[in-house]
T-cell receptor
Framework: AQKITQTQPGMFVQEKEAVTLDCTYD???????LFWYKQPSSGEMIFLIY??????QNATEGRYSLNFQKARKSANLVISASQLGDSAMYFC???????????FGQGTELSVKP | KAGVTQTPRYLIKTRGQQVTLSCSPI?????VSWYQQTPGQGLQFLFE???????NKGNFPGRFSGRQFSNSRSEMNVSTLELGDSALYLC?????????????FGPGTRLLVL
């Protein structure tokens, strides 16, 4: 069965510093997609970044980058130059091959200190 | 382009009642997925609809049902509400297009069952 594990329930980072949020996954399917979402206290899930299992390069979107290590089955999110507005829950998710179902990790609560 | 919209945003019901939640996807998106988020269970997949057909279903009792209309708008219904149904219900839409199929989420409906 597919599974996503986020081992950091909470993290603190100083404003303007970089932070890495960990995510490991388990699947036997060769084709899969990995996503990171941000959920502020308002509740809306905001899409941040996507990595496909066949992508050769690590995905980047502005201050977000995904450190994809396929052999280790890890897909860590790196946020550079943290901002106060980055304080939120962050979820790693994997898409099943059939397409419509996302499996989520338990999330990491990130707090950015001024 | 307008994002995913969900109505109502907040809802209070009593045990035994039923509730219908609505989701309007991003224009052009044909796939709609529903998720339940609770503090104890995290984010769990309910079902996915594509072209008015249920394509995927999560592990929820039959009290949870959904449908999709020809304009891709979707509704989910929960009958005979239980206290444990109190949750944030999130709807997400995607194209879907082979390759990425990123799901974009709405703001959610917060349901409280008393």
């Amino acid at each position: 069965a597919q599974k996503i594990t986020q081992t950091q329930p909470g993290m603190f980072v100083q404003e303007k510093e970089a932070v890495t949020l960990d995510c490991t996954y388990d699947t036997s399917d060769p084709s899969y997609g990995l996503f990171w979402y941000k959920q502020p206290s308002s509740g809306e899930m905001i899409f941040l970044i996507y990595q496909g299992s066949y992508d050769q390069q690590n995905a980047t979107e502005g201050r977000y980058s995904l450190n994809f290590q396929k052999a280790r089955k890890s897909a860590n999110l790196v946020i550079s130059a943290s901002q106060l507005g980055d304080s939120a829950m962050y979820f790693c998710a994997m898409r099943e091959p059939s397409g419509g179902k996302l499996i989520f990790g338990q999330g990491t609560e990130l707090s950015v200190k001024p | 382009k307008a994002g995913v919209t969900q109505t109502p945003r907040y809802l209070i019901k009593t045990r035994g009642q039923q509730v219908t939640l609505s989701c309007s996807p991003i224009s052009g998106h044909r796939s709609v997925s529903w998720y339940q988020q609770t503090p104890g269970q995290g984010l769990q997949f309910l079902f996915e609809y594509f072209s008015e057909t249920q394509r995927n279903k999560g592990n929820f009792p039959g009290r949870f049902s959904g449908r999709q209309f020809s304009n891709s708008r979707s509704e989910m219904n929960v009958s005979t509400l239980e206290l444990g149904d109190s949750a944030l219900y999130l709807c997400a839409s995607s194209l879907p297009r082979q390759g990425q199929e990123t799901q974009y989420f709405g703001p959610g409906t917060r349901l409280l069952v008393l």
